[in-house]
């Protein structure tokens, strides 16, 4: 059994896969059908998606063509960060169903506490009427778990104060020298996951030369070690690729970082600090 069917026990008891194949920033059309083909053929069964990244026909194209039976690939997509309202959620997940083309999905996340356009101003009463309706798109079986996106602790407190379904993830930026400690605490102590997405910070990592020399010690590519060390930190990676060969090579995760080399780079500053940062530390 390799990492990619490794799964996590989310606190509903779904099992998902360790890691998710990425497709941010992946065009619709030819980019993003043959991406996914690729990434399920080199063995992935876990794809992240969202509403915003207008991609979410040629991936969910892609699942049906690939042949997989449905209930062996996890899929993931988000509602819009700008709805903030019952009925929009609700009319969301089921634009971004008809998108894909499926009749649910494994998850279904709140993009973020705020519009993209609006970064940090609380949206309080807002995220509760989404939440209920997050609540009802999990009771009805559109969605096999719900969680969040971007969510600092003090926007899941807000969340915890009227759930009735706690989220069970919570998706964020996380990377080598970035892992967001105080968000990934309470997340973890509250029974949420915690998925890393840019976990290669867009290739910041990939020319550290501190992280290359950890990775040439076992032997392997600065991606394949910044990833490893994020599962090893009891994270989902999500990495994002559209060159086969990339998409192959991020699946050989099967090596252990030893217990000294992860105190290094846990304790490693900022592996990409000019990469842009969406921290949700408050």
């Not at 970035?178 to 290669?200: M, Q």
């Amino acid at each position: 059994m390799t990492i990619l069917t490794d799964t996590y026990t989310l606190a509903n008891g779904v099992q998902i896969p360790k890691v998710a194949f990425g497709t941010w920033q992946i065009p619709s059309g030819d980019a993003a059908y043959n991406s996914v083909t690729a990434a399920l053929k080199a063995g992935y069964r876990h794809i992240d998606t969202a509403l915003a990244y207008r991609n979410e026909a040629s991936v969910g194209q892609a699942i049906r063509d690939s042949g997989i039976p449905r209930d062996q690939i996890f899929v993931t997509t988000k509602l819009p960060a700008e709805t903030k309202s019952y009925d929009g959620t609700l009319a969301d997940l089921n634009e971004s169903l008809k998108n894909l083309g499926l009749d649910y999905v494994d998850l279904y996340l709140v993009h973020a506490p705020w519009p993209w356009s609006q970064i940090g101003r609380p949206y309080d009463e807002a995220n509760l009427e989404v939440w209920q309706a997050m609540e009802e798109i999990y009771k009805n079986g559109q969605a096999k778990a719900i969680g969040v996106s971007n969510f600092a602790v003090r926007d899941l407190e807000n969340i915890f104060k009227q759930a009735t379904v706690k989220p069970m993830i919570d998706q964020i930026q996380y990377y080598l020298g970035f892992t967001e400690p105080k968000i990934t605490s309470f997340a973890e102590a509250n029974g949420l996951l915690v998925e890393a997405y840019s976990p290669l910070a867009t290739g910041g990592v990939l020319n550290n030369a501190q992280v290359q020399m950890v990775a040439d010690k076992y032997r392997v590519s600065v991606a394949q070690l910044a990833l490893r060390f994020i599962l090893q930190n009891g994270v989902l990676p999500l990495p994002k690729a559209v060159n086969p060969d990339h998409i192959q090579a991020n699946t050989q995760l099967d090596f252990e970082i030893s217990a000294a080399d992860m105190q290094k780079l846990n304790d490693m500053p900022d592996a990409a600090g000019s990469f842009w940062h969406n921290p949700t530390q408050g």
